[in-house]
């Protein structure tokens, strides 16, 4: 089992900065790809941004060059610094984490960030 908390959301004006944090605990050993998900108001959950445990990245189109995810493993938490937040940016933002023996994704709870303009 893996147990997620993040932190970090809020209220920022469009053109500002926040960074989320993922600390991860339990079984963290096994855990291939961490990763930070989405879902704005009507619309479906999806990837930000990823990082394998070999330190690979993958963005969204929408958040290249504005979000950066990194990983600090002696902490076993993982970040999403935000930069140049968009309204279209306002939603919740949910820590994942894969498993790739098991094929199970965990999940936390989300953190909200409001983009206002």
């Known amino acids: 089992q893996v147990q997620l908390v993040e932190s970090g959301g809020g209220l920022v004006q469009a053109g500002g900065s926040l960074r989320l944090s993922c600390a991860a605990s339990g079984s963290i050993f096994s855990i291939n790809i961490r990763g930070w998900h989405r879902q704005g108001p009507g619309k479906e959950r999806e990837l930000v941004a990823s990082?394998?445990?070999?330190?690979?990245?993958l963005y969204a189109d929408s958040v290249k060059g504005r979000f950066t995810i990194s990983r600090d493993n002696a902490k076993n938490t993982v970040y999403l610094q935000m930069n140049s937040l968009k309204p279209e940016d306002t939603a919740v933002y949910y820590c994942?984490?894969?498993?790739?023996?098991?094929?199970?994704?965990?999940w936390g709870k989300g953190t909200l960030v409001n983009v206002s303009s």
């Open positions: 990082i394998t445990s070999g330190g690979s990245t």
């Open positions: 994942n984490a894969h498993v790739a023996v098991t094929a199970v994704q965990y």
